[in-house]
Structures are given as structure tokens and as C-alpha cells.
Nanobody
């Protein structure tokens, strides 16, 4: 079991930037993993996919709402989400998740290992 720990959340004004990090314990992502960022805007609401990357080939996917503003990247054991031009509607709890051999990278139902989340608050 992989332990995932997010960091980098905080409060920022609209138009600002934040960089989220997700550290994995005892593991290095190698072949055929999907690594994703998700968010939940309201407690009890379903998590939505924000961005994801495949370790094989390095392809990325983004939700339409964040395209051109967010960038997902990774190194051996860490996942990152650079968030620029933040908007109040980006306010949410952000989670990282991993899945071996997923088929739909932005679907939260694909992922079976999750971090505890980090809060991002964007004020207008």
C-alpha cells in the first residue's frame, strides 16, 4: 500500500498561483501507472478529476475548466500540480491518487489509493 501525502495548499487571491505536491512513501512510480489530481468543492459532493498523467508515455489529461491554467508534472516519487490564474471556483479540497493500469485517467472511480487532501481557497 502506498501512502500519499499532499502539501502546498493554502489561501490565495484570484489570479494567484499555488503549487501542490504529492509525495509517495516507499514507492517509485515506474511503468503503467496513472497519477491524478482530484478535487471536492463541497463536502459530500463527488470528487472531480482535475489533471492526470500516465507514467508510460507521459500523456496528460486535464478537465476543461483548468486547461491552460494548471500543469501536472512528476518525478520518480512525487506528483505536482502547478495552478496559475486561480479563480474562486477553484476553491476545493485537492487530492492526489494513483492507480496501476487505469483506463480513464480523470475518473475518480478508477483510483484506489488516495491521499488525505490539501485545502485550496481562492478569494475574489
Amino acid at each position: 500500500q502506498v501512502q500519499l501525502v499532499e502539501s502546498g495548499g493554502g489561501s490565495v487571491q484570484a489570479g494567484g498561483s499555488l503549487r501542490l505536491s504529492c509525495a509517495a512513501s516507499r514507492y517509485t512510480y515506474s511503468w503503467n501507472w496513472c497519477l491524478g489530481w482530484f478535487r471536492r468543492t463541497t463536502p459530500g459532493k463527488e470528487r472531480e478529476g482535475v489533471a492526470a498523467i500516465r507514467t508510460t508515455g507521459g500523456s496528460t489529461d486535464y478537465a476543461d475548466s483548468v486547461k491552460g491554467r494548471f500543469t501536472i508534472s512528476r518525478d520518480n516519487a512525487n506528483l505536482y500540480l502547478q495552478m496559475d490564474s486561480l479563480k474562486p471556483e477553484d476553491t476545493a479540497m485537492y487530492y492526489c491518487a494513483v492507480k496501476w493500469a487505469c483506463s480513464a485517467t480523470l475518473s475518480p472511480y478508477e483510483y484506489d489509493q488516495w491521499g488525505q487532501g490539501t485545502q485550496v481557497t481562492v478569494s475574489s
